[in-house]
T-cell receptor, first 115, second 111 residues
Framework: DVKVTQSSRYLVKRTGEKVFLECVQD?????MFWYRQDPGLGLRLIYF???????EKGDIPEGYSVSREKKERFSLILESASTNQTSMYLC??????????????FGPGTRLLVL | QKEVEQNSGPLSVPEGAIASLNCTYS??????FFWYRQYSGKSPELIMS????GDKEDGRFTAQLNKASQYVSLLIRDSQPSDSATYLC???????????FGAGTRLAVHP
């Protein structure tokens, strides 16, 4: 079974703090993704990575950065947390596409509250 | 902007009935389609994937794809209260295995 884990289930941070969210997958997947999910807006892609040290912006990258130093680990960084970054953050991974898009497998999510 | 549209619901069905969930998408070249189930406070989990026109059945679930009309649907037969969740439609988009997700349809199955 694919297993994707995230470092925290719940986090409370203050405005202006630097926040690190970590994601680890154990299936040797090439692709990793970070989404945020807000009521009524669905999942929105923040950043993704298709290889070690490679990253691409998603639809809403502003205020975020990412790091992928090892294949199994993908970190999301909020450089200076703001209240509008309060959300559920979901990490996902997938194998390399063989023509069709492959299934993405999700971690349990991190619910972040920025005060 | 590529879009995936779903009715937000709630869709309320009695136990034992068929629940029908629909999704339309804007990108004509999409080739991969997924249905995820998400319980409240949990992360999405895959129910089914479908790549070809027609029906695909897995237990009580049937996914239907019509690329000409750009819609994909999910039928749940013999609905159970445990099926009460939000169902997300996801559509493949471009390279790097990216998916575009709909906002989800909330299904409520009442005894």
């Amino acid at each position: 079974d694919v297993k994707v884990t995230q470092s925290s289930r719940y986090l409370v941070k203050r405005t202006g703090e630097k926040v690190f969210l970590e994601c680890v997958q154990d299936m040797d997947h090439e692709n990793m993704f970070w989404y945020r999910q807000d009521p009524g807006l669905g999942l929105r892609l923040i950043y993704f990575s298709y290889d070690v040290k490679m990253k691409e912006k998603g639809d809403i990258p502003e205020g975020y950065s990412v790091s992928r130093e090892k294949k199994e680990r993908f970190s999301l960084i909020l450089e200076s947390a703001s209240t509008n970054q309060t959300s559920m953050y979901l990490c996902a991974s997938s194998t390399l596409s063989q023509g069709f898009q492959e299934t993405q497998y999700f971690g349990p999510g991190t619910r972040l509250l920025v005060l | 902007q590529k879009e995936v549209e779903q009715n937000s619901g709630p869709l309320s069905v009695p136990e034992g009935a068929i629940a029908s969930l629909n999704c339309t998408y804007s990108d004509r070249v999409s080739q991969s389609f997924f249905w995820y189930r998400q319980y409240s406070g949990k992360s999405p989990e895959l129910i089914m994937s479908i790549y070809s026109n027609g029906d695909k059945e897995d237990g009580r679930f049937t996914a239907q794809l019509n690329k000409a009309s750009q819609y994909v649907s999910l039928l749940i037969r013999d609905s159970q209260p445990s099926d009460s969740a939000t169902y997300l439609c996801a559509v493949g988009s471009g390279g790097y295995n990216k998916l575009i997700f709909g906002a989800g349809t909330r299904l409520a199955v009442h005894p």
